[in-house]
């Protein structure tokens, strides 16, 4: 089956990151937390299972902060930068095919994101999104469900991401896949992949 629809991830594929940022505005010691050892709190809100009262108060409890939700909120969602070689290729890719993403994300990250960078917009009808779907990569239920969700066959979607276990899971499930490192690699890859494709 010819591919039709490429999905990209968000976060460290079109938008970067800078997580100590937050740390360090909610009092941690600079490098003394990651990403990973909030996952327990971070995780259950990225599946849409906690609301987000629930979740800025755990955050909290879990560090030791007492700033204002106001501020909890700026520092969550002020830590981010656009890749642009990235958004410009989703941009180019749009052009020719569906383009979709595919994220764990929380609403205060997504609709902050949205909001700020319009490249975003070629996504509009074509989000999965975690907290909607109600499960997290690499579960196969989200993979399954944004299949469903927009009656997709694995076979015609190509996946693009920069975590190792969540390509693992696509490729298993079907799904054409990319190993996001880099802006370079990945344009080679997918220029080729998709080259291969309309020779089938």
Known sequence: MAIRNIIFDLGNVLIGYDFEQFFTGMGCLPHSHTLQDVAHIVAPFDAGEISTRQFIDRMQQFLGSTVSDAEFTQLW???????????????????????????????????????????????????????????????????????????????????IDDVPQNIETASRLGFHTILHRDASSTKKQ???????ARKI
């Open 77 to 159: 969602t002020h830590h981010f930068f656009p890749m642009d070689v990235m958004l410009n290729l989703a941009a180019q890719m749009a052009q020719e095919y569906n383009v979709f993403l595919l994220s764990n994300t929380d609403e205060l990250h997504y609709n902050y994101i949205y909001a700020t960078w319009p490249q975003l917009r070629i996504f509009d009808d074509h989000l999965m999104l975690s907290y909607q779907l109600g499960a997290n990569k690499p579960q196969d239920k989200i993979y399954l469900r944004a299949l469903e969700a927009y009656q997709l066959h694995p076979d015609s979607c190509l996946f």
């Open 190 to 196: 997918l220029t080729d992949l998709l080259q291969s």
